[in-house]
């Protein structure tokens, strides 16, 4: 008789050669760490990744590529210069927008490091117009936009939006800047003389409330590229003649 292996040769006393038991340890251990490494997997999809950035904005993204929204204003700190209470002087008309999400989002601007001046894009319209606009962004839902001071064709200034609040008109540069929307009569963008008159009484207020200098006065061009104010942008001796008649405080 061929011998087996697997079997001893000697019989059992029942005549029958006892089977040999298989160990089930290592399928049940093979099992343990299956179930082991499903449970790390599901745990790691889950749980949510402490190194990521909260990518939400304080504010949607605007829908227009003329006026946009920022990223969200640092947080303030003692030394900041827009904190304290800031009259407006008499010469600027107060008609502050209504709180909504479209034009006056109400977010904090604690830090003012500059003015960049805009022109509204649309040849003929008045401060008002503009500012009624900016109002009605809360039923339309058309863009996000607005600015804190809009320059009228005849010289009037309309204060749109608190100084200490941000404004959607000037894509990074909202969270420290004070923006300022200028009318003008025709498409070329030139400003009238009462227009420009006012501009520089403005800006000259607001380099000395927040002791600016000359190179913190800029366009939305230097900002974001775009052709804004246009005529200053095409014609940039007439920018530096503007600023040639601001006021800046001896170094």
Known sequence: MPQNTTYPMTPSPGGRRP??????????LLMGMVIALAAVLLLT??????EAPDTEPS????ASDALTASAPPPTPSPEQNNLRDIPVPGWITQDILPLNEWSRPGDALP??????VHYVGNPGTTAEQNRSYFKN??????????SHFLVGIDGKI???VPLNE??????????????IECCHSDAEGKFTEDTMASLVKL????????????????????????ECPIYYVRNPDAWEDFLDELTFQTP
């Open 45 to 50: 999809v889950l749980r949510p990744s402490a």
């Open 59 to 62: 504010a949607p993204p605007p």
């Open 158 to 160: 309309i204060q749109c």
């Open 111 to 116: 830090q003012v490091n500059g003015v960049v």
């Open 166 to 179: 941000i404004a959607y008109c000037s894509t990074v540069r909202n969270a420290d800047t004070i923006s």
């Open 137 to 146: 962004l809360a039923e339309t839902h058309e863009a996000y936009a607005s």
């Open 203 to 226: 800006v000259d207020w607001l380099i000395d409330t927040y002791d600016l200098r000359r190179e913190d006065v800029i366009r939305h061009y230097d900002v974001a590229g775009k």
């Open 19 to 28: 089977r040999r038991r298989r160990s089930r340890l290592p399928v049940f």
